[in-house]
């Protein structure tokens, strides 16, 4: 049986209100990389992701030059961020991104800096998924709706509209 991975929902922040060592730093406890393939027709929460060592790009060389992926498939990495109101747990932020990953020849493209950039939308509580295609948004709302129906439930208008 394949164990099930749930969303990090991590409390008590270590560096409330003491002002010392850690004060400022960004905490990712309450985001998990969900990994999209839209060719596979699959969705899945993949950890290693927040490292940028998904099982997708383990042994591939990535570069910021899609030429050197001819024959890449398609992954979204969406950063999805919990966040918490009275009525419970939610789907905060949403913010994907996407990269390509060519496994035999070992290549793929991805912008880091757009990883960086989309990861922090997520934390800010943005939904960034009008890029997408059709089919991945679609594979993206499925599983958020099973996954955790009532976290789905829960969202903003905002995110049901643009998984729609």
């Not at 409330?16 to 309450?30: E, I, M, Q, R, Y």
């Not at 939610?90 to 757009?114: P, Q, S, T, W």
Request: proline share 4%; glycine share 8%.
């Amino acid at each position: 049986m394949e164990k099930k991975i749930n969303f990090n929902i991590i409390s008590d922040n270590s560096t409330d209100g003491h002002g010392g060592f850690g004060v400022g730093t960004l905490s990712l406890n309450s985001m998990s990389p969900v990994i999209i393939s839209p060719e596979d027709g699959e969705a899945y929460i993949d950890m290693g992701a927040m490292h940028a060592k998904a099982a997708i790009e383990k042994r591939i060389k990535f570069t910021t030059d899609k030429a050197d992926s001819p024959n890449g498939k398609l992954y979204w990495i969406v950063w999805v961020t919990v966040g918490r109101k009275p009525e419970g747990f939610y789907y905060g932020g949403v913010a994907a991104c996407d990269l390509l990953v060519d496994v035999e020849a070992r290549r793929g493209f991805k912008i880091l800096a757009d990883h960086v950039n989309k990861m922090d939308k997520s934390l800010k509580g943005r939904i960034v998924v009008d890029h997408m295609d059709e089919t991945s948004k679609h594979l993206l709302r499925d599983f958020l709706q099973t996954h955790k129906p009532e976290m789905w439930e829960n969202a903003e208008p905002e995110l049901h509209e643009a998984l729609a």
